[in-house]
């Protein structure tokens, strides 16, 4: 997802996405759900998260047909050090505050992010993508930058995507030493990111100085039924490797074998963003059919500590 972050980091980003994903191992959500695996298809994607082209990619001839890989046979319970399971009625502000404005972020994008596109009520925070007339669109981006910060865990959310070409919600992480450094030095974990033109698939996206926007380190993944439904997204992030997870089940690895700030920005503190986007480079023209307002419903986020 794109990283403008407080107007400095709509400088940096030419195509960060969030614009610019995932296993839940301890803690009941709030609902029981049925994850349907079927034939589930891994698709490497070599665009990055939102930056980089307008038409909707190619689908890459190598494509993995093999199923999301099983969960880990792995038992042990990390220990929960932070969450956020959205109760009350209100955004809790010692955890999120928000990006707002418009100025298309990095990426073209056509929304104005506003503190007014979201609502916490009945244990969800929901974020709404609505429009006002053609090309006019407003939604929410917030973060927990200078308030939540983290390194290395597992860090999770359970989410229910909003669909319709054009739409680009997103869970990612950025380096919270952004505006020091700029983007893509800082640093980018795209946890999940999906684009409403290529229903059915969401994409993993790791940003760093070696490899960013076109050129970054990305999955994509084919799910059966994955708008409408909640799922749970996470990353296992540790000094030596980046994993994402679906569901609990392995979909994509980011581990180079030369480890310095170019190739792994990411033995630091992060803090944690979601948003929907809409338009850019990466989301596309909004279809004529979309019918707004559209919704990221969110059940909970949260942090353990590194196994």
């Given at each position: 997802m794109n990283t403008n972050r407080n107007g400095f980091i709509q400088l940096f980003k030419?195509?960060?996405f969030a614009p610019v994903v995932y296993p839940r191992l301890m803690v009941p959500s709030k609902s029981q759900y049925i994850v349907l695996v079927g034939l589930t298809t891994l698709l490497v994607f070599t665009s990055c998260s939102g930056g980089g082209f307008d038409p909707p990619p190619k689908s890459p001839s190598n494509a993995d047909p093999n199923p999301v890989?099983?969960?880990?046979?792995?038992?042990?319970?990390?220990?929960?050090?932070?969450?956020?399971?959205?109760?009350?009625?209100?955004?809790?502000?010692?955890?999120w505050t928000f990006d707002v404005g418009r100025g298309g972020w990095g990426n073209e994008e056509l929304q104005n992010y506003?503190?007014?596109?979201?609502?916490?009520?009945?244990?969800m925070l929901t974020i709404e993508a609505k429009s006002s007339g053609p090309n006019s669109y407003s939604s929410s981006r917030i973060k927990t930058q200078g308030l939540q910060e983290f390194q290395y865990g597992?860090?999770?959310?359970?989410?229910?995507?909003?669909?319709?070409?054009?739409?680009?919600?997103?869970?990612?992480?950025?380096?919270?030493?952004?505006?020091d450094v700029g983007w893509p030095a800082c640093g980018e974990i795209d946890i999940m990111e999906y684009v409403g033109r290529e229903p059915g698939i969401f994409q993993n996206a790791i940003h760093t100085p070696s490899g960013h926007a076109g050129e970054a380190s990305s999955k994509r993944t084919r799910v059966e039924d994955l708008e409408g439904k909640f799922h749970v997204y996470s990353v296992n992030w540790t000094a030596q490797a980046i994993e994402f997870y679906f569901n609990d089940r392995l979909t994509y690895q980011y581990s180079p074998s030369l480890k310095n700030n170019e190739t792994y920005p990411f033995n630091k503190p992060m803090f944690i963003l979601l948003n929907v986007a809409i338009g850019g480079t990466f989301g596309g023209p909004v279809g004529d059919n979309v019918v707004f307002p559209q919704k990221m419903i969110v059940d909970y986020v949260r942090v353990y500590e590194p196994d």
């Open positions: 030419s195509s960060i890989d099983p969960p880990s046979s792995n038992n042990t319970d990390p220990k929960l050090i932070w969450e956020d399971n959205f109760d009350g009625e209100a955004l809790n502000d010692q955890n506003t503190r007014g596109n979201h609502t916490v009520e009945k244990g597992r860090i999770e959310a359970r989410i229910q995507l909003p669909e319709g070409q054009g739409l680009w919600p997103a869970f990612w992480l950025l380096g919270a030493d952004i505006e």
